[in-house]
C-alpha cells in the first residue's frame, strides 16, 4: 500500500511530529510504503485561469510542470494524509 503524505505546513511543529507517529505505527504493517510532499517545496504558481486544462486537457497546462509530480504521486497511491498547521 502506498501513502501519500502531504505536509501544508511550512513548520514542522505539532501536527508534523503526529503525522510521523502516524507513519511509524503504518510503517509495521507489510507492504506500506509512503511518499512525502511538502507544499511549500513545490513552489506552485498561481492558476492564470487560461482555461487551457479544460479545453485541450490537463497536460497543457502552462504550468503543469510545476505540479505534474505531486499530481502523479496522488494518482499511485492508495491512500492520502493530508497535514496542515502548526
Known amino acids: 500500500m502506498k501513502i501519500l503524505v502531504v505536509h501544508g505546513s511550512l513548520r514542522k511543529g505539532?501536527?508534523?511530529?503526529?503525522?510521523?507517529?502516524?507513519?511509524?505505527?503504518?510503517?509495521d504493517k507489510p507492504g506500506v510504503s509512503f511518499?512525502?510532499?511538502?507544499?511549500?517545496?513545490?513552489?506552485?504558481?498561481?492558476?492564470?485561469?487560461?482555461?487551457?486544462c479544460f479545453k485541450k486537457g490537463e497536460e497543457h497546462?502552462?504550468?503543469?510542470?510545476?505540479?505534474?509530480?505531486?499530481y502523479k504521486a496522488l494518482l499511485e497511491c492508495d491512500g492520502v494524509i493530508l497535514s496542515d498547521t502548526t
Open 14 to 27: 505539532k501536527t508534523y511530529a503526529l503525522v510521523r507517529e502516524i507513519m511509524e505505527c503504518l510503517a
Open 35 to 52: 511518499v512525502e510532499i511538502s507544499v511549500g517545496d513545490l513552489r506552485l504558481p498561481f492558476c492564470v485561469s487560461c482555461h487551457v
Open 61 to 70: 497546462c502552462p504550468n503543469y510542470a510545476a505540479y505534474s509530480g505531486a
